[in-house]
Each structure stands twice: as structure tokens, then as C-alpha cells.
């Protein structure tokens, strides 16, 4: 269980001792928070210590104030931080059909958000993996409301490089997808053929163009 002032307090302090070393001492740094739901409060302690079950309303405010006083530092020190939150179901309520506990703070603050989901994986009736979609609810960096799906295997082939890549190159017109089969290299060839032996398709060349469609399809600007 983590403290909330004590930790962002101490995430404060260590980025003042971080930037009173010159420049060219500084070693990089990265800061994670994970996750900032777990994150308790002195009175949310204190009342469960005391049987008291009343909500605790001052944890949103110390949250947004927190990150105000902290993303202001961590711009100026050039240190980038990832913190993960819980998200439900905004039921009845207006707006996005999801939002994230811990109130606004974060969701103003950070540059870009991210939201996971995830489906199950089979190879026949077997659970071998997830695939998790990613899709962008805020960013100053990227165009917002973008999605993209990768595969997790359980095992030792782990996430798969290759997944959606075929999508985005149908995207972008690298090749036409006709009755379930692709067009690569001359060959028309199904999909799973292509991801089962994809050092053959998918040549230096090939990613190359794949980066390039990449990036004028999720960068602002066609990617310029």
C-alpha cells in the first residue's frame, strides 16, 4: 500500500536533487507509478482505522494538486514518468462510456493517455494469449481515438511483432486484401500463412514502408 503525499512528495524531492547536478552528470532517469488507484490518503488510513466507513472526498483535490506541482518539474527536468489507473464504466453519466478513479488530475495532466482492453487468444480451444487493444483517449503527440491491437502470447514467442501488421499495410495500400488472401512479393497467400512465416514477407523493405504508413496514419501532419 503506498502513501499518496508521501510518495508524490518524495517523487517531488527527488527530481530537485535530480536537477541540482549539472547537466552532463545527470544519468537518465524514468519514474512509474503503478498504480495511482492503490495510492491511499492519510484520512482514508486513519478512518479505516477507526471503523469509520465515510467516503474519503479530499483524495481527488491532493491528487490534481500533486500532479500540478509534479508534471510542471518533471518538464523541466526532462524526466518522463508512466503512471497506471483504473478505469469503469461511466454508467448513466455524460461523456466518455469509461473514466478513471482518483478525479481529473491525471486525465489534465498527462500527455497522453491510453486505454487497454483485452480479449482472450485460442489456437483451437486452447487460451494461449490475450490480445489487447490500445486506443489513444488523449495525446498532445498523436492523433486521439486511434486503436491498435497487439498480440500477447503466454509462452516464450511473448508479444508478437507482427500482428496487425498486414492491417496497416492494407491501410496505407502496400497491398489489397481480395476474398481473405494478400498480395506480397507476387504471391497471393492467406493472411495466417504470411504471419506463419513472416521473415520471408515482411523484408527490411517492406517495414520500412509499413513505418512510413505508420506514421502518417497516427502522427498529426501525415507524419511530417
Known amino acids: 500500500m503506498l502513501l499518496l503525499l508521501k510518495n508524490l512528495g518524495q517523487a517531488l524531492k527527488a527530481v530537485d536533487l535530480y536537477m541540482k547536478k549539472p547537466k552532463e552528470e545527470r544519468k537518465p532517469c524514468f519514474f512509474v507509478l503503478d498504480s495511482l488507484g492503490m495510492l491511499s490518503t492519510n484520512k482514508e488510513i486513519n478512518d479505516a482505522l477507526a471503523d469509520n466507513d465515510k467516503k474519503d472526498m479530499t483524495k481527488a483535490a491532493l ?33 466518455p462510456p469509461t473514466t478513471q478513479s482518483g478525479g481529473s488530475g491525471l486525465k489534465y495532466s ?63 495500400g502496400l497491398w489489397e486484401n481480395k476474398a481473405g488472401r494478400y498480395e506480397i512479393n507476387g504471391k497471393k497467400i492467406y493472411g495466417k500463412q504470411i504471419l506463419a512465416n513472416p521473415d520471408e514477407y515482411f523484408t527490411e523493405e517492406v517495414m520500412q514502408k509499413l513505418d512510413e504508413i505508420a506514421r502518417a496514419e497516427f502522427s498529426y501532419g501525415s507524419g511530417i
Not at 63 to 69: D, V, W
Not at 115 to 137: H, M, R, W
Not at 155 to 165: H, N, P, Q, V
Open 63 to 95: 491528487i490534481k494538486g500533486a500532479f500540478r506541482m509534479l508534471t510542471l518539474k518533471l518538464g523541466q527536468s526532462e524526466i518522463p514518468m508512466i503512471v497506471t489507473n483504473h478505469i469503469y464504466a461511466n454508467v448513466g453519466g455524460y461523456g
Open 110 to 172: 498527462a500527455s497522453t493517455i491510453i486505454e487497454l482492453s483485452k480479449s482472450k487468444e485460442k489456437e483451437g480451444t486452447e487460451i494461449v494469449g490475450n490480445i489487447i487493444k490500445a486506443k489513444t483517449f488523449k495525446s498532445r503527440l498523436s492523433k486521439e481515438n486511434k486503436e491498435v491491437e497487439i498480440r500477447l502470447y503466454y509462452d516464450e514467442r511473448g508479444l508478437d511483432r507482427y500482428y496487425g501488421l498486414l492491417e496497416l499495410g492494407e491501410i496505407g
